[in-house]
C-alpha cells in the first residue's frame, strides 16, 4: 500500500506543546531506507533540543524530534543490499540538524546509520538504547578499549550511558565499579558491578578497590571529570560523555594518564564516519542476543500520543530508566 501522508508530532517553538500533523511521506534516495517506526525512545538531550538549550545539537523549529527508533523496512533505496522490507532495524537517525526525527509514523533513514535489531528485544526495548549503545561503546570500546584485566570505574553507572557502559566492560571481561546513588546499589549489583555510593570521598574508594593505585579505565557519563582525574591510575585512561566544563588537568597529568572526549552527535552534524554507528548497532545486537545488553526502561508503558507527559518526566528526573513512546 502506496501512503501520500503520514501522522508526526511536531514542536512549532521552544517548549512549545507537542501537536499531530499531516506530512508528505519522505523520500528516500540512493543509501535510504523507508523505515515504518514502531517505537521512539526519548532521551534527555531530546527535551533540550525541544527547549532550545543544545547548543551543540542545534534542530531548527518547527520540527519532528526523537533521536531513537526501532521500526520494520518499507523500501530500499538503490544501492542498500544489507536490508530488505520487512527486516526489523534499530538507529539513532535524526531528531537533530534539522533531519526528522522518531515521532513520526515513518522516517528515511541513511543505511549506514542501521543495523538489524537484536531478534531477542522487543521494539520498545530497541527503541530505549541506539544513542545510549553508540555512546558507551565510543567511550568503552573504541577509545579506551578495555581490556579483560582491567578496572573499570563508570561514574553515574546506573544513567541512561553508564549502565550500558558497565555492561559493555562486563562483557569484555574487565572488573567493574559503578558510582551511584544508595539506591541504585541493587540495580549495579544485577549487572556484575561493585556498586560505590556516590557521597563516597573517591580517596576512600580509590585506596579500598584498587589499593590506592586507581582504575584503568574512568568513564565519566555525569560531567565529573575533577573525580574521573583523581580516581585513574598512572598510564590510565579516562573518558567522558559530559566533559564540557573547566577542569583543572594536574591530577590527570601527574598521572601520565590520557584523556579523551565522546561526541556521539558528530556523524549525523557532519555526514562523516556514519557507518560507524551501524557497526556499533549491529555489534551491540550480538551481545544482546547473547545475554550481556539490556536497556533499563521505565515501568511506564507510553504512546506516541503521550509524548508531552514523557518529556516532563525525563526533564524533571521523573522516570526510573528509560522511556519510550511505541507506535
Known sequence: MKFETMRALVVDAPDAPFRWIDLPMPQIGAGDVLVRIRASGVNPLDTKIRAGAADHARHPLPAVLGMDLAGIVEHVGP?????????????????????????????????????????????????????????AWEGMVDIADVQ?????????????????????????????????????????????????????????????FTDGLGFDVV?????????????????????????????????????????????????????????????????????AEDGKLLPRLDSRRLTLDQAQEAHELVRTGGASGKLVLEL
Open 219 to 287: 568513564y565519566d557519563c555525569v560531567g565529573a571529570l575533577d573525580t574521573a582525574f583523581q580516581a585513574v591510575r598512572k598510564f590510565g585512561r579516562v573518558t567522558s560523555s559530559l566533559g564540557w566544563g573547566t577542569y583543572s588537568l594536574g591530577p590527570l597529568s601527574f598521572r601520565s594518564a590520557s584523556y579523551a572526549g565522546v561526541f556521539t552527535l558528530r556523524p549525523l552534524l557532519s555526514g562523516e564516519g556514519r557507518e560507524a554507528h551501524g557497526r556499533i548497532l549491529a555489534e551491540a545486537t550480538k551481545l
Open 148 to 208: 579483560p584485566a582491567d578496572k573499570v570505574l563508570v561514574i553515574g553507572g546506573a544513567g541512561g550511558v553508564g549502565h550500558v557502559a558497565l555492561q559493555l566492560a562486563h562483557a569484555r571481561g574487565a572488573c567493574v565499579f559503578g558510582v551511584d546513588s544508595a539506591d541504585a546499589a541493587d540495580y549495579l549489583r544485577s549487572l556484575g558491578a561493585v556498586a560505590i555510593d556516590r557521597n563516597t570521598p573517591v580517596d576512600a574508594y580509590v585506596k579500598e
Open 79 to 135: 544501492g542498500v543490499t544489507d536490508f530488505a522490507p520487512g527486516d526489523e532495524v534499530w538507529a539513532m537517525a535524526g531528531g537533530v540538524a534539522g533531519v526528522q526525527g522518531s515521532m513520526a509514523e515513518f522516517a528515511a533513514v541513511d543505511a549506514r546509520l542501521l543495523a538489524k535489531k537484536p531478534a531477542n528485544f522487543t521494539m520498545r526495548q530497541a527503541a530505549a538504547l541506539p544513542l545510549a549503545i553508540i555512546t
